[in-house]
């Protein structure tokens, strides 16, 4: 995650750049593009991080990829970080943008992960009762994960409130543990 800190500036400077030029919502387009073109392209992202493959080289690639698909601000922007060098932290710039995009929108990503597809009565309800909460828009991501047992776990931000049963088996396992059976006066 240390090349996730080096790319917050560059992020806030493509949003300062956005807002000064009325061009968020479009610069916000571009680089959910190029964040799903990084998490759908395995390829991509090793070729940005490659030393082997040339500036030039790289800088055709990102042309022939996102011509045509990104705007001219974004573009510019991306094809001096290509100049600079930093090429290998463009995914990461991409998800801090979208961050800050979001954090600047007042919307919270939540993550909801339970052991089968949350019905939409109760997806609406979390998500109102965590909107009450926050103050905040809330974009529910929902997961299922069987080894949950049961219950749910729900996380944002460096927040987690874990209501799984596998969780409470955990703690039920190391309490079982802490309890030495050959103190005397048991």
């Not at 759908?40 to 045509?68: A, Y």
């Not at 998800?95 to 919270?108: A, S």
């Not at 909460?133 to 749910?152: A, S, V, W």
Request: hydrophobic letters at 40%.
């Amino acid at each position: 995650m240390k090349s996730a800190h080096i790319a917050i500036p560059y992020a806030k400077a493509l949003f300062e750049i956005a807002m000064e030029n009325n061009a968020l919502e479009e610069t916000m387009q571009d680089m959910t593009l190029i964040r799903d073109v990084c998490h759908s392209s395995r390829d991509f992202v090793l070729m940005l991080k490659s030393p082997v493959v040339t500036t030039e080289k790289k800088t055709k690639i990102v042309h022939s990829v996102f011509d045509g698909k990104l705007s001219k601000i974004t573009l510019t922007y991306f094809l001096i970080i290509l100049r600079k060098r930093r090429e290998p932290i463009i995914p990461d710039i991409a998800h801090e943008f979208v961050e800050i995009y979001k954090d600047y929108k007042g919307i919270l990503t939540t993550y909801l992960k339970t052991t089968e597809q949350v019905p939409e009565d109760i997806r609406k309800k979390v998500i109102e009762a965590l909107g009450q909460q926050t103050g905040k828009t809330i974009d529910l991501i929902e997961e299922t994960d069987d080894r949950l047992i049961g219950g749910f776990v729900l996380r944002w931000k460096d927040m987690q409130y874990d209501a799984s049963i596998l969780n409470q088996i955990n703690k039920l396992k190391k309490e079982v543990e802490s309890i030495n059976l050959y103190v005397k006066g048991y």
